[in-house]
């Protein structure tokens, strides 16, 4: 739209309005979060031109350029040099630049700069940050867990996975709950600086109770993620420790299931009790000794009834 100026002093503030307001506009960056070593990483640059036309396209990984399109040259597309960044050229346009195996080095602030063509010149831009992420090679690991507990024992023992960048989030689980927050302790990550990894530990520690027990099953679970790239779980299953009661004995007694020696001690000591109880003791040795007594009364009472009974009147 062209609008006089040489009329009024208005004329001119409509026509630098209406250029501004109807220009390029809406610049903004699609920047994956965090990229897996050796994947692609797609980089995406949206605007509206509105009236404007387009001049050209830039992306810059910090201040260096490393891509640009231009349409009105031919070739439209340039791509130059920069450590680590492999550009696809089939798969990149006005809006799009693909990288292909992306390597830790180029970890960073990527922007992409849009600027309009005459008259307005007008120019924006957008930025976004980009993680490469180093997954570790195995599962997280859960030590120090026995098989076996029984209510008012305490658990402890920790969760770690080694060697990724960045540290992984670990997170636990008790029968798929999430714990509370003062049973979990996280420890300081541990860096590999030979390697540019790190590991990270949690530990876990609370009193067995009676609502953790499922069907006499408490499953113990360990998470570790890294965005939304990674995620592996370690499982521990433990069994309640019940006492059990012993077949014979008017005690009651029970052997304990432990794994420390005392299910042998208690059947030792139950078997030496036993042993015991099989022995008279001395009020069963005086009352057989006064039933002898009792019963040779009675014979020898009897037998004079008997000789009497024989006499002649």
């Not at 994947?39 to 891509?67: H, I, P, Q």
């Not at 067995?208 to 939304?228: D, E, P, Q």
């Not at 995620?231 to 019940?242: H, L, N, P, S, T």
Request: hydrophobic share 35%; proline share 4%; with cysteine.
């Amino acid at each position: 739209m062209i609008i006089p100026c040489g009329k009024t002093i208005g004329y001119c503030l409509v026509f630098i309005y209406l250029e501004f307001a109807y220009g390029l506009k809406d610049v903004s960056v699609r920047v994956p979060k965090a990229v897996k070593r050796g994947d692609n990483a797609m980089l995406v640059c949206n605007y509206d031109m509105e009236n404007d036309t387009l001049y050209s396209v830039k992306w810059y990984k910090g201040r260096r350029e490393f891509y640009r399109y231009t349409p009105k040259e031919n070739p439209a597309m340039k791509i130059f040099n920069h450590a680590g960044i492999n550009v696809e050229r089939s798969e990149s346009n006005q809006s799009n630049v693909l990288l292909t195996d992306v390597q830790n080095g180029i970890a960073g602030k990527y922007s992409c700069e849009v600027s309009a063509d005459a008259p307005t010149f007008n120019t924006a831009i957008d930025s976004g940050e980009m993680e490469v992420v180093e997954i570790p090679d195995q599962r997280p690991v859960i030590t120090g867990i026995h098989s076996r507990y029984k209510f008012g024992d305490v658990i402890s023992g920790n969760c770690s996975s080694d060697n990724s960048y960045p540290a992984a989030n670990l997170s636990w689980f008790i029968n798929e709950m999430p714990v509370f927050h003062n049973y979990v302790r996280v420890l300081d990550v541990q860096k590999h600086d030979e390697l540019n990894l790190k590991s990270a530990t949690t530990e876990i520690n609370f009193i067995v109770k009676h609502i953790h027990f499922i069907r006499g099953r408490l499953k113990l679970k360990c998470t570790a993620t890294i965005y939304n790239i990674y995620r592996q779980e370690a499982e521990k299953v433990i069994e309640e420790d019940r006492p059990r009661l012993l077949a014979s004995g008017p005690d009651n007694d029970f052997i304990s299931n432990d794994d420390d020696g005392g299910h042998d001690y208690y059947l030792n000591h139950l078997a030496n009790r036993s042993a015991f109880s099989k022995q008279p003791s001395f009020e069963i040795i005086i009352l057989y000794i006064i039933l002898h007594k009792c019963l040779y009364c009675v014979t020898s009472q009897l037998s004079l009834e008997r000789i009497h009974s024989r006499q002649p009147s």
